[in-house]
C-alpha cells in the first residue's frame, strides 16, 4: 500500500522560508511524477511543483523563482524549499504521486498525502 507521509508546514512571516518533505512508503514499479499543489480558502485546488519521470522540476508561474523542488530517491522523498515567502502562499499543501504499481498497468494511479498547513503572515 503506497502512502505519502508530510511533514514542515507552519507559521512564517513573510519574508521567511519554510520547507516541505512528503516521505513515500510501499512499492511501485515506475513513478510518473511527484509534486505538489495547494489550496486556499475559497479556492480550486492549484499544482504549485512537480518532479517529472525524468527528474525535471516544473513551477507555476506563481512561485517559480521563490520555490525549489528536490527528491532524495534514496530516502523516497521529495522536498519543496520555499522561500521569500508571501501571504498569497498561505494554504494547504498536499503532496501527489502518479505511479503505476506493476508494468501491465496502462493508467498511472495518483495517491494524496494529508496535506500540512502554511501559514504566511504579513
Known amino acids: 500500500q503506497v502512502q505519502l507521509e508530510e511533514s514542515g508546514g507552519g507559521l512564517v512571516q513573510a519574508g521567511g522560508s519554510l520547507r516541505l518533505s512528503c516521505a513515500r512508503s510501499?512499492?511501485?514499479?515506475?513513478?510518473?511524477?511527484m509534486g505538489w499543489y495547494r489550496q486556499a480558502p475559497g479556492k480550486q485546488r492549484e499544482l504549485v511543483a512537480y518532479?517529472?519521470?525524468?527528474?525535471?522540476?516544473n513551477y507555476a508561474d506563481s512561485v517559480r523563482g521563490r520555490f525549489t523542488s528536490s527528491r532524495d530517491n534514496a530516502k523516497n522523498t521529495v522536498y519543496l524549499q520555499m522561500n521569500s515567502l508571501k501571504p498569497d502562499d498561505t494554504a494547504i499543501y498536499y503532496c501527489?504521486?502518479?505511479?503505476?504499481?506493476?508494468?501491465?498497468?496502462?493508467?498511472?494511479?495518483?495517491?494524496w498525502g494529508q496535506g500540512t498547513q502554511v501559514t504566511v503572515s504579513s
Open positions: 501527489y504521486v502518479d505511479f503505476l504499481i506493476d508494468p501491465r498497468e496502462v493508467r498511472a494511479r495518483r495517491y
Open positions: 510501499g512499492r511501485v514499479f515506475q513513478i510518473n511524477a
Open positions: 518532479i517529472d519521470a525524468g527528474g525535471v522540476s
